[in-house]
């Protein structure tokens, strides 16, 4: 048996030609067998067909029409994204362009791990990562990869000692060697007094400053209950919880302790690319962990998406304190009291796109509750993020470039093949805590010498070059083209929901806020909505998703197929009546 081609290479395309051919032929012909959004028939019945086009897996001779059979009985086996009767879940139809895109990066392979890898590529990232950070935050380009940091040291918003005997940014150390600190407690700013801390306790003979507010470990002391002598900040030395100092023996000779006073120069925002939102809610809160000093508590609203709280478990971090949403959005008010009542480091996690119904907390109130109380802010918009890109309704997101971190999906309101998430941060200095190091990837003469390091740039090692069809869909339709497709889908849903509310048999749950409409048949119970909703999916007739905001249980149509026109609707609003009927009254609708 010949080898058999590869993807890549000078023969790659010659290669690939006649299987695309194969490949488009069987997506066509697998679409027409399913006939719907959905396939027919319900699990079992779906299970059978798979297993009976599959056969056996792993054959003793392999069959050179796999590609096709396969490919035919996946498609048939799908959940279209494009069909305007699938809405169920924040899963969009790709454009195409960004799928053509996704084809060459899988055909050329390269891995985001080391540069060498991924040369090209890597560089693309570094231009689309500061593109995006920057339509976050405003302003500013963050550091490229394989660029040197400044060395990571304390939670930036919050105050920092710079080598040279600076605290800045929140707090200052002046001789007699006091401490002032955003942290510090009475009143902001105000100074200890010498061998005080503000926290809570003493200033103990050692080098660090933990979140509990004593200074203890190890390194010199002034005296009996002081902080080190101006200049002499050594040993083991960190002041953790959002405080200042987290290097090892940085300090000591020239420029001591708070001899002046400066500002703190501002680091640019930043962003990596992540499978989704998932992964970067993970991300956000190990970024917070570390740069409060290994320990934070999350504070989120009962509204907040599942994998912060399973992130938090992860990271072997503290039970989240949940705030309730009655309302569906975080209170200002109840997040306030909890802030008050709960000792730091704290991260809140506020939403903005819930997965429910779509709804934006109120994220300029919630950002200065958490300016107030010296708390790490942390904003999942990967569903509402794709609303930047909308002349019309970026303001939705006012208060979003407040926080130290954000969540984004462009598989969601981007429009992307799974996965396109991205994780921005506001300081890039932030970042430096996932640095590694391996000597086949990023050794250090080689970065010295010019080899970009990569590693830093996410939890995992080997990764696809996913930034190729986020780059080619952002050149390619530029801002006005996105905020058209995003402009689109708010306004069908707009429209839906108008149709719902005046429909007699149906009750709205809310107007949408993005692209997500909460509807039930009047007077159904609970029971009945769901039989409703599975009936259509045994059918293969319409994929609606399920929610209970307000303790019942709604059906959801979330709307991303910006091609879906007002006769769909009506026949999605039609196939839903005629369900009801049926499962309420027992006969078949005409």
Not at 74 to 90: K, N, Q, S
Not at 244 to 259: D, N
Request: proline share 9%.
């Amino acid at each position: 048996m010949s080898t058999p081609p590869l993807s890549s290479g000078p023969e790659g395309p010659h290669a690939l030609r006649p299987l695309l051919e194969i490949v488009l032929d069987a997506l066509e012909t697998g679409t027409r067998a399913r006939g719907g959004p959905l396939p027919a028939g319900g699990p079992d019945a779906v299970a059978a067909r798979m297993r009976e086009a599959v056969g056996e897996v792993l054959p003793a001779q392999g069959d050179p029409h796999a590609l096709r059979t396969l490919v035919h009985a996946v498609t048939e086996g799908a959940a279209d994204p494009a069909h305007p009767l699938c809405t169920a879940h924040l899963h969009c139809p790709p454009l195409a362009l960004a799928t053509a895109a996704d084809l060459a990066a899988s055909a050329l392979n390269p891995s985001l791990d080391s540069w060498d890898q991924g040369p090209g590529a890597s560089e693309l990232e570094a231009l689309v990562t500061e593109a995006l950070a920057s339509e976050i935050y405003g302003a500013g380009k963050p550091d490229r990869p394989g660029a040197p940091h400044p060395p990571h040291r304390e939670h930036p918003t919050d105050g920092e000692l710079r080598t040279g005997g600076v605290l800045c940014t929140g707090g200052e150390l002046r001789p007699p060697r006091e401490l002032r600190s955003a942290d510090a407690r009475p009143g902001a700013g105000e100074p200890c007094g010498a061998g005080a801390c503000c926290g809570a306790g003493a200033f103990h003979a050692g080098g660090v400053l933990r979140s509990g507010g004593a200074w203890v470990g190890v390194g010199e002391s002034g005296g009996t209950g002081a902080p080190p002598r101006a200049g002499e900040f050594r040993g083991a030395g960190e002041l953790r919880s959002g405080g200042a100092w987290v290097g090892v023996g940085e300090s000591g000779g020239t420029g001591g302790l708070g001899s002046a006073t400066a500002p703190c120069p501002p680091e640019p925002p930043g962003s990596l690319i992540t499978t989704g939102g998932t992964e970067s809610n993970q991300l956000a809160l190990l970024l917070a962990r570390e740069a409060c000093g290994g320990a934070v508590r999350l504070v989120c609203g009962a509204n907040a998406h599942h994998s912060l709280a399973r992130a938090a478990w992860l990271l072997g971090l503290p039970e989240p304190v949940r705030v309730p949403t009655p309302a569906g959005t975080l209170d200002p008010g109840a997040l306030d009291e909890t802030l008050t009542r709960l000792p730091g480091p704290l991260l809140v996690a506020a939403t903005a796109g819930t997965t429910d119904a779509g709804l934006i907390d109120p994220l300029p109130e919630i950002a200065a509750r958490c300016a107030a109380h010296g708390a790490r802010l942390h904003i999942d918009a990967a569903y509402g993020g794709g609303l930047l890109f909308s002349d019309r309704h970026r303001a939705r997101l006012t208060g979003l470039d407040t926080a130290d971190t954000v969540t984004l999906d462009l598989h969601k309101l981007g429009w992307q093949p799974v996965a396109a998430g991205l994780l921005a941060v506001k300081d890039t200095r932030d970042l430096t805590a996932l640095g590694q190091r391996a000597d086949y990837l990023n050794a250090d003469d080689d970065t010295d010498a010019g080899l970009p390091d990569l590693l830093g740039r996410s939890l995992r090692t080997t990764r696809r070059p996913d930034v190729l069809k986020l780059a080619v869909t952002l050149k390619t339709l530029g801002r006005s083209g996105l905020g058209a497709l995003v402009d689109q889908v708010c306004a069908t849903a707009r429209e839906f929901a108008a149709l719902v509310d005046g429909h007699p048999g149906f009750d709205l749950y809310a107007r949408p806020v993005i692209s997500t409409v909460l509807f039930r048949p009047a007077g159904a119970t609970d029971h009945t909505v769901a039989a409703v909703r599975r009936a259509l999916l045994t059918d293969g007739r319409a994929v609606l998703g399920r929610a209970r905001p307000d303790g019942r249980l709604w059906l959801k149509a979330t709307l991303l197929n910006p091609t879906t026109g007002p006769d769909d609707l009506t026949a999605l609003l039609h196939l839903v009546a005629a369900r009801h009927a049926t499962l309420v009254e027992g006969h078949t609708p005409r």
